[in-house]
């Protein structure tokens, strides 16, 4: 595997400890970041050792989302006169990351501490169990900065079901560690980090104590009648990415956000109504 900026690696055993580690950024997901959890997915699948990968993030957050600088780049850059438009493939990678720690053999468990937000929710989403502090906050917050949650909605409708999907995607509402509990976000919620570390560490004994080949072909069977229409979904969702980008929503919502003012809207057109 090539060096790794934004992981930190701890195997312990059979369980690999996987940390995305950009605290300046609350560990958003930078462009590389991606790259190297799809190089850690690569490397964990072919792993005949490992039971178990927890996913947690540095100093005190899980994940802010994507990456601000990430955005404001695409924004500038020109949209092609034919052909895929980058943004759109670059989009896609992303989704195609989530999908392969869904598909992990291994148990994968989110530890999640601070913001869990936009793409750091997706990654909760493709968790098999979530562990968290009762003062962390989850949302969608991305309809809010003129994005839609392209890649991450079906995933989070998968784990908690379209209603509830819905209610987070498009009031970019913040839920704290109990509330995620509720709509079936996270499985436990503990009062601080100590209580968290007991929880996971007795999560972990009760994973090891199963087979890791009936663990595996349970999770395969769980996934198999999702898998046919993922691929074409986050497709569809990887075009309509771009098209907030390029046609200039995300630019005012991101610049918004930025200078702390609320965004200026362009109305729906009429024969989108």
Partial sequence: MSDLQNLI???????????LNHPATRNALSRQMVIELREVA???????????????????????GGNFADFQQ?????????GEDPIATANREFGRMLQEWLKLPQVVIAVVEGAAMGG???????ADMALTEGGAQFAMP??????PPAQIAP???????????RRLALT??????WQAQQAGLVSE?????????????????????????????????????????????????AQQFAKALRNGDAAEGVSAYTEKRTAVWVELPPEAA
Avoid: Y
Avoid at 142 to 147: D, H, K, P, W
Avoid at 155 to 165: D, E, H, N
């Fill in 9 to 19: 690696l701890t195997r312990n055993g059979s369980i690999l400890h996987v940390t």
């Fill in 155 to 165: 995933f989070v409708a998968l784990r908690i079901g379209q209603s509830q999907t």
């Fill in 189 to 237: 919620v503990l009062e601080g980090a100590t209580e968290l570390e007991v929880a996971l560490q007795k999560t972990l004994r009760s994973i090891l104590r199963s087979a890791p080949r009936a663990l595996a072909s349970t999770k395969a069977i769980l996934q198999h009648r999702d898998a046919v229409w993922m691929d074409e979904t986050l497709d569809f969702a």
């Fill in 142 to 147: 991305e309809t809010s900065i003129g994005l």
């Fill in 74 to 82: 695409m924004i500038l850059s020109p949209a092609p006169a034919e």
């Fill in 42 to 64: 690569a490397q964990c699948k072919q792993d005949a050792g490992l039971r178990c990968v927890v996913l947690r993030g540095a100093r005190g957050n899980f994940c802010a």
């Fill in 172 to 177: 970019a509402a913040k839920l704290d560690g």
């Fill in 120 to 126: 750091g929710l997706g990654l909760v989403a493709i």
